[in-house]
């Protein structure tokens, strides 16, 4: 048995074929997950967001036709907010329906070239390799490559694709890349590739370590503006959490303000710390003042939530019902 029928035979044996978005053909669906799951783990996306994603939007064209808000809102908490603006905007530019060739698919905001080989041959059956975080190792390892050259990479994923099962050949790269080939301690004898492959005796050499640049801090001041039991939300119009609501933040702490405590919470790119101040005046222009209930409805980010349970926690606005 070759090494592309080992890796077949695996995927049929061992291959997660409960998940979701392996048990249809929808490509909007398939689209979804292969979005979700870029920067979150399977178990979140699967537990908090994938289904009551498609409860509110069970096909492409309910995203297209909807708010922006709406979608951030069903977003909330998942983070990494481009991703939900850009199958916004994905939506619309296709009108609800999505191009089947991947280059077209490539072409569209959001969807790269290992995104849109995904799309294709997990809905179509297309004979594409991906290449994520995953199937990069997984190749650095099997061809004991030290490369982080993406066209290299494409090389070794186009020699590796098994064109008659590409579908199962891609899911199992996934597979084996979450489950067998793991950035620590990878289990090789438990490996598919394990016969031919070149970097089984020292796997952790690969792919090459790039340290990680520390990231900084930054102090703030987050400011809970309350006006008759209400509180001053304004929504983002900054890059980061662009279109989200949230408390207005400062860098200099004003003078008639009360100190309820702190919070924190760490981006890709850095550490934001605010110091979080309630006062019932302040010059800081605000886009609306709601109603604990009300906010329930608007989309938070996770700092701006982590705020809110302080300023119940606080006493100071009633818990949510
Ligand atoms: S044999 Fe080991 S190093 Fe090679 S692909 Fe499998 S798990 Fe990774």
């Not at 392996?22 to 398939?30: C, G, H, S």
């Not at 304004?234 to 309820?260: M, T």
């Not at 934001?272 to 302040?282: G, H, K, R």
Request: charged share 25%; hydrophobic share 35%.
């Amino acid at each position: 048995m070759n090494v592309k029928e080992a890796i077949y035979e695996w995927y049929i044996k061992n291959g997660r074929h409960d998940l979701p978005w392996r048990q249809t053909d929808d490509a909007y669906k398939i689209y979804l997950s292969e979005i979700m799951l870029q920067q979150t783990q399977v178990k979140t996306v699967l537990e908090r967001f994938y289904f009551p994603f498609l409860e509110r939007f069970p096909t492409l064209k309910n995203v297209a036709v909807a708010p922006l808000d709406d979608v951030l809102k069903m977003w909330e908490g998942l983070g990494y907010y481009t991703r939900a603006k850009n199958l916004h905007h994905t939506a619309i530019t296709c009108n609800g329906i999505l191009p089947k060739r991947p280059e077209e698919l490539g072409g569209l905001k959001g969807i790269g070239k290992s995104t849109a080989h995904a799309i294709c041959a997990f809905a179509y059956h297309q004979p594409l390799p991906i290449l994520d975080a995953n199937v990069k190792r997984i190749l650095c390892r099997y061809y004991a490559l030290q490369t982080k050259d993406e066209k290299i990479l494409w090389e070794k994923a186009w020699k590796l694709l098994n064109t008659q099962h590409p579908y199962e050949h891609n899911q199992a790269m996934m597979d084996i890349g979450s489950l067998i080939c793991t950035p620590k301690n990878p289990h090789c004898l438990e490996c598919p590739l394990h016969i031919s492959c070149k970097g089984k005796e020292e796997p952790e050499r690969y792919p090459l370590k790039v340290k990680k640049a520390s990231i900084p801090t930054k102090q703030r001041f987050a400011l809970v503006i309350m006006q008759e039991g209400k509180l001053g939300l304004i929504q983002r119009k900054e890059k980061l959490l662009h279109g989200l609501w949230g408390f207005v933040q400062v860098d200099v702490c004003p003078s008639n303000a009360n100190y309820l405590g702190r919070v924190s919470h760490t981006y890709s790119h850095f550490k934001l710390e605010l110091d979080v101040l309630i006062l019932n005046e302040s010059t800081e222009k605000v886009d609306g003042y709601f109603t604990n209930e009300e906010i329930t409805q608007l989309a938070l980010s996770t700092v701006d939530k982590k705020i809110l349970a302080l300023c119940s926690m606080m006493g100071n606005i009633p818990p949510t019902s």
